[in-house]
């Protein structure tokens, strides 16, 4: 197998990417440990920023409602796809077909769409917006993909 030689102007070209891509968000780490409340002017490391940020009840909370949302929704939506898929295994060409080509829309589809979508369904059905709209959301949001990931494996037992 022979190598391919890279040029200079590409190597520079990647790294003027990286550059563009990282150097935010280093800055940003960067200024996070500022002391001062200004964005442009470090005038020396502290924790503070940090310190209001845990203690924080508001943020604290939200963190909570996300983590109990990210557990809920991934086992729920991994016990949903798995049994679809292991459904679709012994399911007619027809049915699998359908159903497959139905599971690759909101996987195509941009995320805003669908949330915007399931936002006019839970509108139209009287349901308030809250924690458990949120997640009945992710579980849509990730069976599908739960159902991508597992049918091949079902279908090869």
Not at 17 to 42: E, G, Q, R, W
Not at 49 to 66: A, F, H, N, P, Q
Not at 146 to 154: L, M
Request: aromatic share 12%; glycine share 6%.
């Amino acid at each position: 197998m022979s190598k391919k030689k890279i040029s200079i102007g590409s190597k520079l070209y990647i790294l003027l990417c990286f550059i563009f891509f990282y150097l935010p968000i280093v800055v940003t780490m960067v200024f996070s440990f500022n002391s001062s409340k200004s964005l442009t002017k470090f005038t020396g490391f502290s924790f503070r920023w940090y310190k209001k940020l845990l203690t924080d009840e508001g943020i604290i909370s939200s963190v909570y409602v996300s983590l109990s949302i990210a557990i809920i929704a991934t086992f729920v939506s991994t016990v949903l796809g798995t049994i679809t898929a292991i459904g679709l295994s012994k399911s007619r060409k027809v049915v699998k077909d359908c159903i497959l080509n139905i599971n690759n829309i909101p996987i195509m589809n941009p995320d805003i769409v669908t949330a915007i979508g399931l936002m006019i369904l839970f509108t139209s059905l009287r349901m308030g917006r809250g924690y458990l709209t949120m997640l009945l959301a992710h579980i849509l949001f990730c069976t599908p993909y739960v159902i991508t990931s597992v049918y091949p494996k079902v279908r090869s037992m």
